[in-house]
């Protein structure tokens, strides 16, 4: 009897100690909405962008994060005096871009100039267009590294290529991806009605091909200090296995671009911030100054880096049946055109 007056004496103070709680109000001050830039020019002729966006403080709901500036005007502008106005894409908001064929000249300097809506100048400091360095032999293997509290190990692609540095210079290097598309196997034969739970198998598709963006997922950057004018090799790419992407064949273009001293500082402290390993012996975080200032008020923070460099482009196609590992095989057990953004017939330049 002692034991239920107890527990019902505790089951009282519960629920008066909870009546008398209210709920606390945080209120989050407005921060300030920084305006970011990110993009580049490089040497290579195309089409080449900037986007705009504004940081904004974020609140219970998560809305908000980042917001694109749209209707600005944005130059770029040369040594010699030669203005190229970028237009904004009608399809995505903030993103600006050159006219078809643009390419930056080695050795000339180039400034960015934004004037936002509201009368706002923005410029960056000159920078410099490095000159291409040759890719020269590009390898790929499978490497694996244990997960803690998973069965399988993870795994990817190491990509590395084999740099022949040019002496007398200190080159800065950064490695990217674009143009990243898979064969995405699937078997629809293998179809079940959700309904019914009935087998019903599919015709279509057993074969689609995926686009995606892999280029940013880890930053690859180098400097020449210990190779100067040698030949060496060095990772410039890391591409995770999902189950998905070397069933079959992946294609990418590795980009290596020469980039100035300064882009080179901005991106190895980006680099250190993203692999930040939450010991107590990390720095701690802050807004890394870029090559961009305010006209109106230098004191503004602007996030972002307009960066100019000497780019050399290879495509590659990474064969599944050359790995030494690969995840398990993801099934799709559907028509593969049910996967967002597959297409069923290959890229028109689709060449492995």
């Given at each position: 009897?002692r ?9 009282g103070?519960?629920f008066?100690?909870w ?8 209120e989050?001050?407005?921060?300030a ?9 490089t040497?290579?002729?195309g ?6 966006t504004?940081s904004?403080t974020?609140g ?7 917001r694109?500036?749209s209707?600005a ?7 010699m005096?030669?203005?190229?106005y ?5 399809d995505?908001k903030g ?15 180039y ?18 267009a490095g000159n ?12 694996t590294?244990?997960?803690e509290g ?6 990817g692609?190491r ?10 210079e ?6 990217r991806?674009?143009?990243?598309v898979?064969?995405?196997?699937a ?22 091909y995926?686009?995606?963006?892999v280029g940013?997922r ?10 100067n004018?040698?030949s060496?090799k060095?990772t ?14 992946f ?5 290596q ?5 300064g ?34 008020n ?14 050399t ?7 599944g ?14 028509d593969c ?16």
């Open positions: 009897m034991k239920i007056i107890l527990s019902l004496f505790y089951v103070m519960f008066v100690l009546a008398c709680v209210d709920p606390y109000e945080v989050i001050e407005s921060g909405q920084l305006l970011t830039v990110d993009g580049m020019i040497t290579d002729p089409v080449h962008s900037i986007q705009l504004r904004d974020y219970s709901v998560f809305e908000g994060l980042v694109p500036v209707l005007t944005v130059v770029v502008r040369d040594d005096g030669k203005v190229t970028l237009t904004e894409d009608p995505i993103n600006y871009k050159t006219p078809e064929g643009f390419a930056a000249v080695s050795g000339r300097a400034t960015l100039q934004i004037q936002l809506q509201d009368g706002k100048v923005y410029t960056s400091l000159p920078e410099m291409p360095v040759p890719l020269g032999e590009i390898d790929y293997y499978s490497v590294f244990p997960v998973e069965f399988n190990d993870a795994s692609v990509i590395v290529v084999n740099v022949e540095d040019p002496g007398g200190n080159n800065f290097y950064y490695w991806t674009e143009n990243a898979f064969e995405l196997n078997r629809p034969d293998l179809f079940v009605d959700r309904e019914t739970m009935q087998p019903a198998p599919k015709d279509c598709c057993y074969t689609c995926l686009a995606e963006s940013n880890s930053m690859f950057i180098a400097t020449d200090d210990d190779f004018g040698l060496t060095v410039a790419m890391f591409i995770p296995d999902d189950g998905l992407r070397f069933i079959t064949t294609r990418m273009d590795l980009r671009l020469t980039i100035s001293a882009a080179y500082r901005f991106l190895r402290l980006v680099k250190q911030q993203t692999e930040l390993s939450g010991s107590v012996f990390d720095p701690p975080p802050a807004n890394i100054r870029g090559n961009m200032i305010s006209l109106d230098p004191d503004e923070v602007v996030l972002g880096y307009f960066m100019v460099a000497g780019e482009k290879e495509r590659m196609y990474i064969h049946a050359d790995l030494d590992y690969r995840q398990p095989l993801s099934l799709i057990a559907n055109r049910v996967v967002v953004g597959a297409e069923e017939n290959p890229p028109s330049d689709w060449n492995p």
